[in-house]
């Protein structure tokens, strides 16, 4: 059995373990470290508290381990084992163990355990290379992933530039796997295709004129995300695309920053609106939809032309491109996001260097021309899919239980 170790149900991993679970080919078990996730939570970063619309725990065996009290997804050291977890293992019948990253203590008791136990480890994390690391932190990260990585046994990488970041560490390519960051894009396609036929009529009550190119921000309003660049561009682009427009998805702390900036077309939180000041011709013209779930978003990206991811580093991966592109998309993207390599060259995507107004405008622009935007095509997005992981799973357990 693979016992697949997670701090908690997570709404972009949770389709994986049920697409593993309908594919039959590998006996495993969700082993979770919080209830984190499940029902509803506050998350500080988008300041709302909410829970998740669709199905967490359904559809694959899962089971929940003992760990620190009070722990959570995001405390390194308070997120740790509580039990012998060796044991556990052995008990179960595990084969092998996957767990998926380094950035809670529980993952590396997780490791030590699995190797006690005579299982296999299997890896797959979202860091890449693409971040500094600071130069007083660099060897003690060295030595540290050094000695886990030693301790793995396959290395599922879900993109190139995590793939870069383990070949740094001298992993060879013969312990590494495609595991592609991917989302459910059945179910987000399935949405769209619900949604475009009234297309028109979402734009109306979000209040993006008829005719408006209009360019999306999805995620939290947080300075890692750089929300305000991408105003700042489509100031410097409306002189070439008068009929620009914005549609903001998410909340978080830059949010009254935000409204500032824009005129505001249509406002889903206007108790927020006493605090902005009155607008020049300058200032895009933005609406602003709140926290979108995930049988919601899909509205979002169906009344919007493009999504902009303008992430700085910490951006570890990006799965909002993977959204866009599943609802008919497409996306321009930070050269500081794990996503760019891979997704950004992916007509009609574009890729700008992060922190680069002009760059981003041009972008815009570019895609703004372009009346006739093709989609995804379909053989591109299917590379990055739950069926590719889930094959790489299955060859490996495969070669794992022959004699």
Request: charged share 20%; aromatic share 10%; net charge positive.
């Amino acid at each position: 059995m693979l016992v697949v170790i997670t701090t908690h149900p997570i709404q972009y991993q949770v389709p994986l373990w049920q697409a593993l679970a309908r594919d039959g080919r590998v006996p495993f078990e969700v082993w979770y470290l919080t209830h984190h996730g499940i029902g509803e939570g506050r998350d500080r970063e988008f300041g709302k508290a909410f829970a998740w619309d669709i199905d967490m725990l359904s559809g694959y065996p899962h089971q929940q381990l003992a760990v620190a009290e009070g722990a959570t997804p995001t405390s390194f050291y308070g997120c740790r084992l509580v039990e012998p977890l060796a044991a556990r293992l052995r008990s179960a019948g595990a084969r092998a163990v996957w767990v998926q990253g380094w950035q809670v203590l529980a993952y590396w008791q997780a490791v030590w355990a699995a190797k006690r136990a005579g299982c296999q480890v299997w890896l797959r994390a979202e860091s890449n290379d693409l971040s500094p690391t600071a130069k007083w932190k660099k060897p003690i990260k060295t030595v540290a992933l050094t000695q886990l990585f030693r301790r793995v046994d396959s290395f599922l990488y879900i993109g190139s530039a995590n793939r870069r970041l383990y070949r740094r560490f001298g992993v060879p390519d013969s312990q590494m796997s495609p595991a592609p960051y991917a989302i459910d894009n059945d179910r987000f396609a399935a949405q769209a295709a619900a949604c475009r036929p009234r297309r028109g009529e979402l734009r109306r009550q979000l209040g993006i004129p008829e005719g408006a190119f209009c360019v999306m921000f999805c995620g939290k309003f947080i300075p890692k995300k750089r929300p305000l660049d991408l105003i700042e561009a489509a100031i410097e682009a409306r002189e070439r695309v008068p009929h620009l427009h914005l549609l903001f998805v998410g909340s978080g702390e830059l949010g009254e920053a935000l409204r500032a900036r824009c005129t505001i077309a249509f406002d889903a939180e206007p108790v927020r609106r006493a605090a902005i000041p009155e607008v020049s011709d300058r200032r895009p013209p933005a609406s602003f939809v709140g926290f979108l779930n995930q049988t919601e978003i899909s509205r979002a990206y169906v009344a919007a032309d493009c999504l902009v991811l303008p992430s700085d580093y910490g951006e570890t991966w990006g799965l909002v491109v993977n959204e866009a592109m599943a609802s008919g998309i497409a996306s321009i993207i930070s050269d500081r996001c794990g996503s760019a390599e891979d997704l950004g060259a992916m007509p009609p995507n574009r890729v700008f260097p992060c922190a680069s107004i002009s760059g981003l405008a041009d972008c815009l622009v570019a895609l703004a021309a372009n009346d006739a935007m093709p989609a995804i095509a379909p053989e591109l997005l299917a590379r990055f899919s739950f069926n590719r992981t889930v094959e790489t799973a299955a060859e490996i357990f495969a070669n794992l239980s022959a004699p």
